[in-house]
């Protein structure tokens, strides 16, 4: 079983850190999803449809990514479940 030393300010730190890339990832992220919708106005047809669905589908992703990293206890929680199983 693979073990690990982790220092609790280090992480703290860390966790500030990975805080605040999220909040800034997920403010782009609506900043596109803005410009994404005001595509509507000019943009129009079957490619238009497709590319804004498809867009779309990648932007929920990424954001479902971001929302999952905002728990990191629970992401760090995962990480040692996984070294616990291999």
Same mark, same amino acid.
């Given at each position: *079983?693979?073990?690990? $030393?982790?220092?609790? @300010?280090? *992480?703290?730190?860390?966790?500030?850190? *990975? +805080?605040?890339?999220? #909040?800034?990832? %997920?403010?782009?992220?609506?900043?596109?999803?803005?410009? %994404?919708?005001?595509?509507?106005?000019? /943009?129009?047809?079957? $490619?238009? @449809? +497709? $590319? !804004?669905? !498809? /867009?779309?589908? /990648? =932007?929920?992703?990424?954001?479902?990514?971001?929302? +999952?990293?905002?728990?990191?206890?629970? /992401? %760090?929680?995962? =990480?040692?479940? #996984?070294?616990?199983?291999?």
């Amino acid at each position: *079983m693979a073990q690990a $030393y982790v220092d609790d @300010s280090v *992480m703290a730190e860390w966790k500030t850190n *990975m +805080d605040s890339i999220n #909040v800034n990832c %997920l403010e782009s992220i609506e900043g596109i999803e803005t410009c %994404l919708n005001n595509l509507n106005d000019s /943009f129009r047809g079957d $490619y238009a @449809s +497709d $590319y !804004s669905e !498809s /867009f779309t589908k /990648f =932007i929920k992703d990424v954001k479902n990514s971001h929302e +999952d990293l905002r728990d990191v206890e629970g /992401f %760090l929680d995962s =990480i040692v479940d #996984v070294m616990h199983n291999q």
